[in-house]
Nanobody
């Protein structure tokens, strides 16, 4: 079992930055792929970023590539999402997720059905 708690959301002006954190409890964090997804009002939840067990492989949605950075600290059981150059269209509830899938390929990192555990979400609002 993995319990996930997100923090770091808030209100920021366009062009600003936020850093989201996701603290995990449970013994399987270091063996879980981690991801961030988001859901804007009236839209379906979408993939944002994902990271491999050791952190050596990362994936990003095209809409955030070059602006967001995912990282993890296995010693602290925490995954981060550094968000820079924020835009109003980044406004959403951001969810941290963990996957125990061992299947290879970017598809399994980007598809929410392959993530077993989810946090409650943290609101990010970017004003124009």
């Amino acid at each position: 079992q993995v319990q996930l708690v997100e923090s770091g959301g808030g209100l920021v002006q366009a062009g600003g930055s936020l850093r989201l954190s996701c603290a995990a409890s449970g013994r399987t964090f270091s063996s879980a792929r981690m991801g961030w997804f988001r859901q804007a009002p009236g839209k379906e939840r979408e993939f944002v970023a994902a990271i491999s067990l050791t952190g050596d492989t990362t994936y990003y949605a095209d809409s955030v590539k070059g602006r967001f950075t995912i990282s993890r600290d296995n010693a602290k059981n925490t995954v981060y999402l550094q968000m820079d150059s924020l835009k109003p269209e980044d406004t959403a509830v951001y969810y941290c997720a963990a996957s125990t899938s061992t299947r290879y390929g970017s598809y399994y990192y980007k598809t929410e059905s392959h993530f077993n555990y989810w946090g409650q979400g943290t609101q990010v609002t970017v004003s124009s």
